[in-house]
């Protein structure tokens, strides 16, 4: 998505930036585990793939996807890297054409050093709240594997209720409707996120 490829979005904990050929090379080493794989539900591509992916992935308009970073190392120096930063990847995706008001969630943190640190749940609010003020949207939906625990209490932490399970595809549906009580509380939540102009450097030509 064109949308966000000129914004950074700076929390306590998490930093986002949008999804760029320099992030490739870590997104792709990620992927190569067997257990991201299933997680996550996705196949294994070749590098020139990857590359193709998230070329299109940038051009489409039914996708937002942002790098997560951790805001401590970012932070702690210039010069700093941001493949050497990068713990995760947050999405939202715009599933439904005859509902451009609902989006689906999804979040990886793929260092697996990373986890339970809060870092996924950041970056989801964020996300959130991005969709809600940037995007209009005002229904969230999250699937996910019925073995990935750790996912499924975040999302319940986050006010997602379960709207169905699915035995063949083996993962649970939740769902947020944002109404304004649930708006102001994400409202609330993401007060402290900061947005900035993504730095020039790093952007790709058109």
């Known amino acids: 998505m064109r949308l966000n490829q000129n914004i950074l979005l700076l929390g306590k904990k998490v930093v986002l930036v949008p999804y760029t050929s320099e992030h490739v090379p870590r997104y792709h080493e990620w992927m190569k585990s067997e257990e991201l794989q299933r997680l996550t539900a996705s196949e294994p591509l070749t590098l020139e793939q990857e590359y193709a992916m998230q070329h299109s992935w940038r051009e489409d308009a039914d996708k937002c996807t942002f790098i997560v970073l951790d805001a401590e190392k ?36 793929a260092e697996p050093s990373c986890r339970g640190k809060g870092f996924g749940t950041e970056a989801v609010l964020m996300m959130l709240s991005y969709g809600v ?16 625990e750790p996912s499924i209490r975040m999302f319940q932490k986050l006010h997602f209720e379960q709207l169905a399970v699915s035995t063949v595809f083996q993962e649970v549906t939740f769902r947020l409707m944002m109404s304004e009580p649930e708006r102001q509380w994400l409202l609330q939540q993401t007060s402290h996120v900061e947005e ?10 058109h």
Do not use: H
Request: glycine share 12%; with cysteine; net charge negative.
């Open 74 to 109: 970012w932070q702690a120096q210039t010069g700093t890297t941001e493949e050497s930063c990068m713990v995760g990847d947050v999405n939202l995706f715009l599933t439904d054409p005859g509902d451009p008001s609902l989006g689906e969630i999804e979040v990886m943190i």
């Open 196 to 205: 900035k102009p993504y730095r020039d450097r790093w952007l790709e030509p």
């Open 133 to 148: 003020t940037r995007l209009g949207l005002t229904k969230f939906e999250a699937k996910i594997g019925q073995g990935n």
